[in-house]
């Protein structure tokens, strides 16, 4: 699990830089550098905006739903989903714009909110089915009559 972990790391620090430089390069060579640089400004303002307007209303929209007595789940995962996409167009990058946009589109949050709610429950269910079989060994073994000897010493600490 952690082997996984590292490995994300290095993929958000290494290789999406470099697919951002190898595709912004891409396109500046097709279209030319000074439309990159125009959209990147754009992009870079259009964040600043989805931040400043979308993100405040979406944690309203939280609010409402937690002060209804709803389920808040979705409107949490979309209030993430929201801020996310302001700050990947804040980000210099073709690519994470791309992203932004695309959860910005209408059905785009509320349909990758249900997936996501749904993995953490799965994984959640995971975890605990694991926690439990761990506890029931150790209780079996225990009650199997097993015994650990253990020697006890007095340890001085420094004076």
Known sequence: MARRGCLLVVAAVVVVPLAELAVGLAVAHRCGGALVV???????VAGGLVLRRLGPAARQ??????????PPEVALVE?????LAGALLVLPGLLSD???????LPGVRPWLARRVIARLGRWQEH??????????????????GEVIEVEAREVKGPE
């Open 38 to 44: 125009g959209w990147l400004a754009l992009a870079v």
């Open 79 to 83: 209030t993430v989903l929201v801020y």
């Open 127 to 144: 975890r605990r089915r694991v926690r439990t079989a761990g506890t029931r060994r150790a209780r079996s073994s225990a009650a199997a």
């Open 61 to 70: 929209r939280l609010r409402g739903a937690w002060e209804a007595g709803s």
């Open 98 to 104: 791309l992203l932004a946009v695309l959860l910005l």
